[in-house]
């Protein structure tokens, strides 16, 4: 008796069909592109320097994003009465109100 083989596709494929869609390379004709290795290189090249472009890009954003959330959230009103630190919150306020009169 032969055991039944499963077939499972080789780890990190989806991972390169990920990669190649960040870099602007059509999953489903790479392979007539890749028999050209000028071309393919050439479109790898170009691919991940955009991608990467790209990538920075949403870096940015999303820092900016983070730092305008922080700025924004500075007026909570849980202000320390003493030191005028900012606790974010009611329990931290508590919190730290019983270290700051101690
Ligand atoms: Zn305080």
């Known amino acids: 008796m032969v055991p039944e083989l499963k077939v499972v596709p080789p780890l990190g494929i989806d991972t390169c ?7 602007n390379i059509n999953i ?4 007539s592109l890749a028999e050209d290795h000028r071309a393919w ?7 991940v320097e955009g991608a990467e ?9 999303k820092g900016a994003k983070r730092k305008e959330n922080i700025s924004s959230s500075t007026a ?6 003493t030191c005028s630190r900012d606790c ?3 329990i931290g306020l508590h ?5 700051c009169y101690t």
Do not use: I, P, Y
């Not at 909570?76 to 009465?81: E, L, P, Q």
């Open 53 to 61: 472009a790209d990538r920075m890009e949403q870096l940015v954003q």
């Open 76 to 81: 909570t009103g849980f202000v320390c009465s």
């Open 17 to 23: 069909k990920h990669d190649m869609r960040d870099a």
């Open 28 to 31: 489903n004709t790479w392979e």
């Open 41 to 47: 290189k050439s479109a790898g090249r170009g691919g």
């Open 88 to 90: 974010h919150s009611r």
């Open 95 to 99: 919190c730290h109100t019983r270290k």
